[in-house]
């Protein structure tokens, strides 16, 4: 009996994330208004040189990425002038809860729960975002590299890990930029293990003559492919496009 009752808990479980999950996709890109994007930053080392930078974090910081996203938007014909608007919550305390590198499947599905969970449960300003992305800051001299990180469409959710360092500005934007965007549904254009930009899909230019050096990444390939083996990463969003297959996954174009 038992048994029988935990099977028909799981299943409606599955059965709610699975309609919530069809509801968020169609709410997240139909476009007709702007997505209201939460941003919650995060002293992620604990040190003193990162609490003074989340300390001094301001809504306008992220100004870059509203305007990129606007000048993307138009150049691929989507109805909104402003597709994202930031709005800069809370710091944070508490950490979200950390994915195993060496996870399998199940240990994945589990930490998505956990952590769609711990998101449910952050605080929220007059009305609820449309999206949240939780802004994890480390000092760069005690962390000169950071942890993967994680944009879900299940949950509406990210998990951004960025440097604490004024002069790293341009390329947190795009970390930011190219998570977000995970977040609604695009995927990921670079070659697992080499992480080198896929050809076509990947590349700025994919028809450019000479192909290489190339000189703007795709965001979510997140490199500039300057020759079939070497790729570097942009240092702003000055030197990002979204791309046809990418602008299509979000719903900015058709396929």
Do not use: C
Not at 10 to 19: M, S, T
Not at 23 to 50: C, K, M, Q
């Amino acid at each position: 009996m038992w048994r029988r009752m935990r099977i028909v808990v799981l299943l409606a479980i599955l059965a709610f994330v699975a309609l919530n999950t069809y509801f968020d996709r169609l709410y997240s890109t139909d476009w007709d208004a702007p997505l209201r994007v939460a941003l919650y930053p995060i002293n992620a080392d604990g040190g003193d040189v990162t609490e003074r930078f989340v300390r001094g974090i301001k809504a306008d910081d992220f100004v870059t990425i509203e305007r990129f996203f606007a000048e993307e938007a138009a150049a691929h014909g989507a109805p909104l002038e402003t597709p994202v608007r930031f709005e800069l919550g809370p710091q944070l305390r508490e950490a979200p809860p950390a994915l195993d590198p060496d996870a399998g499947p199940l240990g994945v599905a589990a930490w998505s729960l956990r952590a769609r969970w711990w998101a449910w449960r952050t605080p929220e300003g007059r009305a609820a975002p449309d999206i949240k992305l939780f802004l994890l800051y480390y000092d760069p001299r005690r962390s000169p590299a950071l942890p993967h990180s994680t944009g879900l469409r299940k949950g509406l959710f990210g998990v951004v890990h960025v440097f604490a360092d004024q002069r790293m500005l341009g390329s947190n934007d795009v970390v930011i930029a190219h998570e977000l965007l995970h977040t609604l549904g695009a995927s990921d254009k670079y070659e697992r293990g080499t992480n080198l930009p896929l050809h076509p899909e990947g590349y700025a230019e994919p028809d450019r003559e000479p192909l290489h050096p190339q000189t703007h990444a795709e965001l979510m390939a997140g490199r500039i492919p300057l020759s079939p083996d070497e790729a570097d990463t942009p240092e702003s969003l000055r030197y990002v496009v979204v791309g046809p297959r990418s602008a299509a996954e979000i719903g900015w174009s058709k396929p």
